[in-house]
């Protein structure tokens, strides 16, 4: 048996983390001494290790998720989850991809192509004020139809569009985006996209290699003979 001190301890946390994630559902309850102090077993160990592996692989949010169905007897939902985080890596390297094909292939601007913001809301699947939240950021700049005084994206905008799209699934904030653009339009092309593009690539490995460790902690913890599975 441990006290909260001592799994805190084991893991560089606090005490308080470690009640936090209990009373979040993320490790199983733990017994209370007769005076009411909790005790923690070597399953809850395991349990708070399990968590920690699953975070780089699948982010905080899903980490719990997933934890949370495991100790609530879901093992379905919680492979689920596992699938969900593998797909949208999955579908992320295809993107990356995409976007190296795309930027391959791109041609100069045809001016005389020209869209609304609607029609480049439903083209790329978003909201029209993404859109908007995109140009206050300096990342599309629309021009304006004289007559009716709506935005007007030109090819060019619907590159960078793309590109930013593209870039925001990659997790990419805002003003990192900005300033790859930016690079582009002042150099004249996309070679300054080609280093964002490896980090990417780096990322999508790092995140790979930590789902490999995050399944076998699972795997063992899953095996614990207190589950019966």
């Given at each position: 048996m441990s006290r909260p001190i001592d799994l805190a301890r084991q893991y560089g946390l606090s005490t308080q983390a470690v009640r936090n994630y209990e009373e979040a559902g993320i490790l199983p309850p733990a017994d209370r001494t007769p005076s009411g102090y909790r005790t923690y077993?070597?399953?809850?160990?395991?349990?708070?290790?399990?968590?920690?592996?699953?975070?780089?692989?699948?982010?905080?949010?899903?980490?719990?998720?997933?934890?949370?169905?495991?100790?609530?007897?879901?093992?379905?939902?919680a492979l689920a989850l596992v699938d969900d985080s593998h797909d949208q890596l999955r579908k992320d390297r295809q993107t990356l991809v995409a976007v190296r094909n795309a930027l391959e292939d791109l041609t100069p601007p045809d001016e005389s192509d020209a869209e609304t913001i609607g029609a480049l809301a439903h083209q790329l699947r978003v909201r029209p004020a993404t859109l908007r939240k995109w140009e206050q950021a300096g990342l599309v700049r629309p021009g304006r139809d004289p007559k009716t005084g709506y935005r007007v994206y030109s090819a060019a905008d619907v590159r960078d569009a793309e590109l930013t799209h593209q870039l925001?699934?990659?997790?990419?904030?805002l003003n990192q985006i900005a300033g790859v653009l930016?690079?582009?339009?002042?150099?004249?092309?996309?070679?300054?996209?080609?280093?964002?593009?490896?980090?990417?690539?780096?990322?999508?490995?790092?995140?790979?290699?930590?789902?490999?460790?995050?399944?076998?902690?699972?795997?063992?913890?899953?095996?614990?003979?207190?589950?019966?599975?």
């Open positions: 077993t070597p399953l809850h160990a395991k349990a708070l290790g399990t968590f920690l592996a699953l975070i780089p692989a699948h982010g905080y949010q899903a980490a719990t998720a997933i934890m949370r169905a495991v100790n609530g007897g879901e093992v379905d939902r925001r699934r990659g997790g990419y904030l930016d690079q582009v339009r002042a150099a004249g092309g996309v070679e300054p996209l080609q280093a964002v593009l490896d980090d990417w690539r780096d990322q999508h490995i790092r995140r790979g290699r930590a789902m490999l460790a995050a399944a076998a902690e699972l795997g063992a913890y899953l095996g614990h003979a207190s589950f019966n599975f």
